[in-house]
T-cell receptor
Framework: NAGVTQTPKFQVLKTGQSMTLQCAQD?????MYWYRQDPGMGLRLIYY???????DKGEVPNGYNVSRLNKREFSLRLESAAPSQTSVYFC????????????FGAGSRLTVL | GQSLEQPSEVTAVEGAIVQINCTYQ??????LSWYQQHDGGAPTFLSY????GLEETGRFSSFLSRSDSYGYLLLQELQMKDSASYFC??????????FGKGTMLLVSP
């Protein structure tokens, strides 16, 4: 099984450009998440989808939008990128029950110039 | 709001035992998890405590005291490959995890 697959792995944008990070999971998980990781800041939740058809804001949602396209796919969109959005982005999924164990993708390193 | 506190860095030598503490303040609490992240990699799940006490998984153990809002990760028989960042995370019952800022563990020969 591939687990959680996110693309692209690396991306360089100019300020004001838009882009979409794609994420897909093949574990039949109900819940999906987008986190960003910055040095010394840990993992901060941007948006999540507890189940197909629902999305909710996390701790740092400003400047982002998400789409839960179906049970497998959860995309993150930057409409007008800013240098403050330079970060490593992780998609994750979980069954959404019990210990709520998250399985993470390999990460997408985004640089906004 | 929610906050988790853990040391930023811990150093130890191969074969030693190290404990990484985590204290938390959250509006709700279902459980405390621990994740490991090697440099450049993705976080991976290590352990979960939903009830007070000790959970053991091989060389790793995790402890929780709900009354003290405190937990720790214990790593025994340290190996060089254990050099990584370790994150505690709280499940406060809103389908999400809130992560601490991470503890970088450096294991030296």
């Amino acid at each position: 099984n591939a687990g959680v697959t996110q693309t692209p792995k690396f991306q360089v944008l100019k300020t004001g450009q838009s882009m979409t990070l794609q994420c897909a999971q093949d574990m039949n998980h109900n819940s999906m998440y987008w986190y960003r990781q910055d040095p010394g800041m840990g993992l901060r939740l941007i948006y999540y989808s507890a189940s197909e058809g629902t999305t909710d804001k996390g701790e740092v949602p400003n400047g982002y939008n998400v789409s839960r396209l179906n049970k497998r796919e959860f995309s993150l969109r930057l409409e007008s990128a800013a240098p403050s959005q330079t970060s490593v982005y992780f998609c994750a999924s979980s069954a959404g029950d019990g210990a709520n164990v998250l399985t993470f993708g390999a990460g997408s390193r985004l640089t906004v110039l | 709001g929610q906050s988790l506190e853990q040391p930023s860095e811990v150093t130890a030598v191969e074969g030693a035992i190290v404990q990484i503490n985590c204290t938390y303040q959250t509006s709700g609490f279902y459980g405390l998890s621990w994740y490991q992240q090697h440099d450049g990699g993705a976080p991976t799940f290590l352990s979960y405590n939903g009830l007070d006490g000790l959970e053991e998984t091989g060389r790793f153990s995790s402890f929780l005291s709900r009354s003290d809002s405190y937990g720790y990760l214990l790593l025994q028989e340290l190996q060089m490959k254990d050099s990584a960042s370790y994150f505690c995370a709280v499940d406060s019952g809103y389908s999400t995890l809130t992560f601490g800022k991470g503890t970088m563990l450096l294991v030296s020969p």
